[in-house]
């Protein structure tokens, strides 16, 4: 995580250092051994032995093998097959491949003739009179036409143009076989074998021998300049062009075929069999002396002896096939420095004096690099070395254990040992006034003023002292664990420090911009006047176990259990000052050409030359960085889907896959190919219509989804190489999925209406429920007012009757001139008076049927009739629904209440009484065209001591319904009064909705009256 944060932190800076200085693809300064090697044998997967190499425009790297076809993504080994032909017999074995400047790949077989790989599709090419032999080579000409060699012995040399092959063996002196061809820049086909090379210009009739003599097989090359090489078992030289005749190298060992070519650079390499792999850099000029042969075998790593090809990619990295396998060389940012043994047994050290000149030590020599110059071994035979710093006048002091040297040039002098016990000088620094201040450990601090010893050990350090380092006041800082001292010619002072089980142990200081900082198991220390800032490895884990610093101008470098960190000094002063801030860093690690780990021994592994090179020392040699001429790699990495895989099955390749109906999971493979660092590959991907941003993905090669909707999707990928430069354009599939049956439209449009169906007879039972408890409570409440009724009826009423019949008896006994007859016949006719309301009374609680309402209503108007009222129309408008009796007669009290209100008080000549039947509420309209309303009057809810409004409103609620008067003055009343179907009819039926059943019949509406 550290790494992949940190160098999104380097990115601007990396591509403004390329934009400012040239980038080559393999340093040709450098040695083969110094490049970064991988290789890939049989045990890793690789198809052995590999005859040939070639990349496709798509980033692909093909190899030619006896197992056949193979596709290299810099990760996997891939065969691709090519269809097996009835009429003849392709043997597997590739032995030759080409790609055509259209990007096709053409493919050479042992037996067979060819097969054409292009645009994903592969087509056999086969010709009776020639290939049934090997194909040796293959090139093609300016004009498209594909050259090859064969070993039929009657079709050495042919050529296929305008889909015909053509036999060229007369045209040329070939006697016994031709092992290459070859088209020159100029146009001109060369071809080899027989023990010679000859020449074709265009526009010539036949082949021209150019140079005989030559030994085994026979390759040709041309380089920058226009020369052409060629090379046999016995070197290579120049046979035509500058240099021809004066250029040759002889190579020691015989072989029986050197394949060569030229890089971008214009280095010639050769892959020999055997001898491993070669390479002759450029020269300045033909006159000057020619550089060294450099080899590479398998002694220093090669997959084998027996290498059949090498060859240069898009990227610049070589590629060599050998018997074994298959090898890598790419550009990085470190080199090891050969020069100096791989092992040693006392490790190694670096150190950078005032000059910038860097000395290097292993066990027995001492090496000096000068400001841009190679490493060079400077004394021998000195023994294991423990601590190299500054000495007056130009020189270095060295600790050797106990002992201490002086080193100016390569001359060495001795000095006494230090007189005390338990000193093992493991660091030293050169203060102000010249002296030699030196760490014993154990032994405390000594000192060496050019003439004797003096020794100290001050309190505050401790038991031991572990590391010391000169400030830029040549001040000397001593760490020893517990705290550390300032030491300013006879002044100490106390710099506290965290303590040593919570920064750890104090490996090598630096000295720089940031003043004196030290690195540790758990962190950086940076130290100041009386105190320190401590940085724990646990916010940033790359700073811990560091074994080396270095600082200049502007960076701080760092060596550790990540590799070396490079980090700005501005960041590393906020991550000081700032708990809370990040510290982007670079990490150059084992990918990046590091040899090993660090040491982990209380000295130097990190130092800066004069010149900017950074020199590391780790447990597996020497190696070196220069900033100002690290790789980067410019070439976004080319973007391909390989499979599509829907339900762990593998789908049809191309643009659009069809997935199946009802596909559960679907797995799409996809690759970037950068074949520099494979692993170091990011990428980041999009599902158009599932994500709604990019995915940022890793390294992952895979995207996985799963329950994906009926529809189409565009996926797309995007992956940037090793130093963050992105494919924008990246590569697209399209994934069409269609809908089962139960996904498809007029399924769910079917779902939808029987859903909404199911909804309204749920609604139809529900309301039916909530009627039958409507009507069952209406139902009691009758039963109860009958039962009132017939109580009073029987009881009280039959009473009272009784009695007046016993008062009718005892009044005509009473005389009739008698002044009590009369009042005894006033009482028995009030007495029946009042039997009669009663009656009435009673009356009124038994309800009635319900029956017709509109008649009810009509005959309640015509009893209110007279001469001076207004005249009343009562209107029917839907089909007749028999009402619930108790509702019926609430309603036709509420409805007299109202016309008795519009009589006395509207002074209208109109009076509307429309009853609305509608399924699911019985809607009862009382308009006039009277005088209208007092608002007031509607505010308070009716006049002073009138209840009519009030009382309607009360007889409404009892029925569940709502009550509504609308008037203004001048313009008449509505009294609206709007019953629930399920409380007001006696027997309310389903209304099913209109598209359900489709229209009714019958009445709808009755006129007026």
């Known amino acids: 995580m550290a790494n992949g944060s940190a160098r999104i932190g380097w990115a601007a800076f990396l591509i403004a250092l390329v934009l400012a200085s040239p980038v080559l693809a393999l340093d040709p300064q450098r040695a083969i051994a110094q490049y970064k090697h991988t290789r890939w044998t049989v045990e890793d997967g690789a198809p052995a032995p590999i005859e040939d190499i070639a990349q496709t425009p798509d980033g692909y790297l093909w190899l030619g093998t006896p197992l056949g076809l193979y596709r290299f993504d810099g990760g996997t080994f891939e065969p691709v097959r090519p269809p097996r032909p009835n009429t003849y017999t392709l043997n ?70 305008n889909g015909t092959w053509e036999i060229l063996d007369p045209l040329i002196d070939m006697p016994d076989q031709a092992d290459w061809v070859f088209i020159a820049r100029d ?3 060369w071809v080899a074998g027989s023990g010679r090379v000859a020449r074709m210009r265009p526009g010539e009739p036949r ?18 300049r226009g020369s052409i090489w060629a090379a046999d078992a016995r070197g290579v030289r120049i046979i035509q062009g500058p240099g021809a005749g004066q250029v040759i190298y002889p190579l020691p060992t015989v072989s029986r075929q050197t394949r060569i070519f030229f890089d971008r650079d214009d280095s010639l390499w050769g892959a020999r069999h055997p001898d491993g792999v070669l390479r002759i850099r450029p020269s300045a000029s033909l ?34 096939g050998t018997v074994r396998g298959l090898d890598r060389f790419r550009p990085a940012a470190i080199a090891p420095e050969t020069v100096v043994p791989i092992s040693s047994p006392y490790g190694y050290g670096v150190f950078s004096d005032a000059q910038g000149a860097v000395y290097v030590y292993d066990t027995e020599t001492l090496y000096k690099a000068n400001l841009g110059q190679p490493l060079k071994p400077l004394i021998r035979s000195l023994g294991p070395f423990t601590a190299m710093c500054d000495a007056p006048d130009g020189g270095i002091w060295m600790g050797l254990g106990s002992e201490v040297l002086r080193v100016d040039g390569d001359r060495v002098t001795r000095i006494p040992d230090p007189p005390f016990p338990d000193v093992q000088v493991t660091a030293c620094a050169m203060d102000a006034q010249g002296h030699l201040w030196g760490a014993g450990f154990r032994g405390g601090l000594v000192k060496w003023d050019g003439r004797t010893w003096t020794h100290a050990m001050p309190e505050a350090l401790g038991r031991a002292v572990t590391a010391l380092a000169a400030d830029s006041r040549g ?3 001593a760490d020893g664990g517990r705290n550390a001292v300032l030491i300013d010619g006879a002044t100490v002072k106390l710099i506290k420090t965290l303590p040593r089980r919570q920064r750890g142990g104090t490996m090598p200081m630096a000295n720089g911009p940031l003043g004196v900082i030290s690195g540790s198991d758990f962190g950086l220390t940076r130290f100041r006047e009386t105190g320190s800032q401590f940085i724990s490895r646990d916010r940033f884990p790359f700073i811990g176990l560091s074994h080396g610093l270095a600082q200049t101008a502007t960076e701080t470098w760092l060596l550790g259990a990540a590799g070396l960190v490079r980090m700005r000094n501005a960041d590393l002063e906020r991550a000081f000052e700032d708990p809370k801030v990040d510290l982007p860093a670079r990490i150059y690690d084992l990918k990046d050409g590091l040899p090993g780990p660090a040491s982990y021994k209380y000295r130097a592994d990190l130092a800066i030359g004069g010149d900017g090179r950074v020199w590391i020392a780790t447990t597996a040699g020497i190696a070196s960085l220069d900033p100002a001429r690290l790789p980067f790699n410019t070439i976004a990495p080319p973007v391909s889907i390989k499979n599509v895989l829907v339900n762990g099955q593998r789908a049809a390749d191309g643009p659009l896959v069809d997935l199946p109906k009802g596909a559960r999971s679907v797995q799409i493979d996809y690759v970037g190919l950068s074949l520099a660092a494979p692993e170091r590959v990011r990428f980041r991907y999009r599902l158009e219509g599932v994500d709604d941003d990019w995915v940022e993905a890793g390294g992952r090669r895979q995207a996985f989804y799963t329950n994906l909707k009926p529809g189409k999707y565009v996926f797309r990928v995007r992956a940037a190489n090793a130093d963050g430069v992105w494919n924008e354009e990246g590569a697209s599939v399209t994934l069409d999925l269609p809908p089962t049956l139960v996904q498809s439209r007029l399924f769910q449009l079917l779902c939808v209406v029987l859903g909404l169906a199911l909804l309204a007879v749920a609604f139809q039972w529900r309301m039916g429920r909530l009627a039958e408890r409507l009507q069952a409570s209406l139902r009691e409440r009758i039963a109860e007012r009958e039962r009132i009724a ?16 016993t008062f009718q008896s005892a009044a005509r006994q009473v005389p009739a001139d008698l002044p009590a007859r009369n009042q005894l016949e006033r009482a028995l006719d009030r007495a029946e008076a009042v039997v009669v309301e009663a009656r009435d009374r009673v009356r009124s609680l038994r309800v009635s049927v319900g029956g017709d309402l509109i008649t009810t209503l009509r005959d309640v108007a015509e009893s209110m009739r007279s001469e001076h009222t207004a005249e009343v129309v009562t209107t029917a408008i839907g089909r007749p629904i028999d009402l619930h009796p108790l509702v019926a007669d609430e ?14 008080h509207a002074r209208a000549s109109l009076i509307e009484v429309i009853v609305t039947y509608e399924s699911k509420r019985l809607r009862i309209n009382v308009r006039d065209n009277g005088v209208g309303i007092e608002p007031a009057v ?63 019949g019958g009445k709808h509406g009755e006129g007026a009256e």
Not at 207 to 224: H, K, M, N, Y
């Open 287 to 320: 006159n000057s002396a020619r550089p060294a042969v450099d080899r590479f075998s398998a002694g220093q790593g090669l997959s084998s002896e027996m290498a059949y090809r090498a060859f240069e990619d898009r990227e610049g990295n070589i590629w060599v």
């Open 207 to 224: 082949f021209t021998t150019i140079q005989s003599g030559f030994v085994e097989e026979v390759a040709l090359a041309e380089d920058r």
């Open 891 to 904: 309603v036709e009290r509420i409805v007299v209440e109202a016309l008795f209100n519009a009589h006395r």
């Open 92 to 161: 597997d074995r590739v032995v030759r491949l080409m790609v055509a400047r259209n990007g096709a790949l053409w493919v050479g077989y042992e037996e067979g003739g060819l097969a054409v790989l292009e645009k994903g599709k592969i087509r056999l090419v086969f010709d009776p009179r020639i290939f049934r032999s090997v194909v040796h080579s293959l090139a093609e000409g300016q004009d498209g036409a594909i050259w090859a060699t064969t070993s039929n012995p009657n079709a050495k040399v042919v050529r296929f143009s």
């Open 475 to 477: 001040r000397i800082v």
């Open 790 to 805: 017939r109580e009073l009826h029987d009881t009280l009423l039959q009473g009272v009757q009784g009695l007046i019949l």
């Open 187 to 189: 146009g001109a086909v």
């Open 938 to 1000: 509607l505010e308070v809810g009716g006049r002073d001591g009138h209840f009519g409004l009030a009382g309607m409103r009360e007889r409404a609620r009892k029925i569940r319904a709502s009550l509504t008067i609308h008037s203004r003055p001048g313009e008449g009343a509505d009294v609206e009064l709007v019953v629930p179907g399920a409380v007001a009819y006696a027997r309310r039926r389903i209304a099913w909705p209109r598209w359900l059943v489709g229209p009714r």
